[in-house]
């Protein structure tokens, strides 16, 4: 059975960092793209990072220099650390499996980890 | 950046009903690859979708996906209870970013 499980949420300060994990097992880890997705409280879907099985990394401009996803295979382990937070990065945040290499969809996600950037 | 938008933003249905939700995309998906997902209160996402009409695994047949380009509809052909939930298209058509649209209610009349 696929399971991704997040941790590392939880409240900062304007300005601060916070680096969130997701540990994967039921499949084999290094043969995957990875992604995070971020949800903001009770509305919609923002794709936030993604990294390839070569480890080539891909951001929208919202976190582009703010956030680095980086994967240790050998652990099936999935990071993102994130730096320069603000309030608007106040959401749950999911790690979210690629269906298959190249372009395609996201067929397993995690239960997310909620991060709240207040002061 | 490819925007997709949504319609209806709700939908009042009654068990037994078919449902139709529309995504329109600023630009022409490449490949059409789209895909659909539902989530309900308190659960993550789940795959319903993808290529624009091929269901994942274990999605019921009562679930359709169609269209090309910039038009693409979900159908429920006949509601159930557990369908009522909220539903959000997806493109990734090569690069990134990948985007959704801002989703749809669908809810019990």
């Known amino acids: 059975e696929v399971q991704l499980v997040e941790s590392g949420g939880g409240l900062v300060q304007p300005g601060g960092s916070l680096r969130l994990s997701c540990v994967a097992s039921?499949?084999?880890?290094?043969?995957?793209?990875m992604h995070w997705v971020r949800q903001y409280t009770g509305k919609g879907l923002e794709w936030v990072s993604a990294i390839d099985t070569a480890g080539r990394t891909y951001y929208p401009d919202s976190v582009k220099g703010r956030f680095t996803i980086s994967r240790e295979n050998a652990k099936n382990s999935l990071f993102l650390q994130m730096n320069s937070l603000t309030a608007g990065d106040t959401a749950v945040y999911y790690c979210v499996r690629e269906k298959d290499i190249g372009d395609d969809a996201f067929d397993f996600w995690g239960q997310g980890t909620m991060v709240t950037v207040s002061s | 950046e490819i925007v997709l938008t949504q319609s209806p933003g709700t939908l009042s249905l009654s068990p037994g009903e078919r449902a139709t939700l529309s995504c329109r995309a600023s630009?022409?998906?490449?490949?059409?690859?789209l895909a659909w997902y539902q989530q309900k209160p308190g659960q993550s996402p789940r795959l319903l979708i993808h290529?624009?009409?091929i269901r994942a695994t274990g999605i019921p047949d009562r679930f359709s996906g169609s269209g090309s380009g910039t038009d693409f509809t979900l159908t429920i052909s006949r509601l159930e209870p557990e369908d009522f939930a909220v539903y959000y298209c997806?493109?990734?058509?090569?690069?990134?970013?990948?985007?959704f649209g801002q989703g749809t209610k669908l809810e019990i009349k």
């Open positions: 039921g499949f084999t880890f290094s043969t995957y793209d």
């Open positions: 630009q022409g998906v490449r490949s059409n690859f």
């Open positions: 290529d624009a009409f």
């Open positions: 997806q493109q990734y058509g090569g690069s990134p970013p990948y985007t």
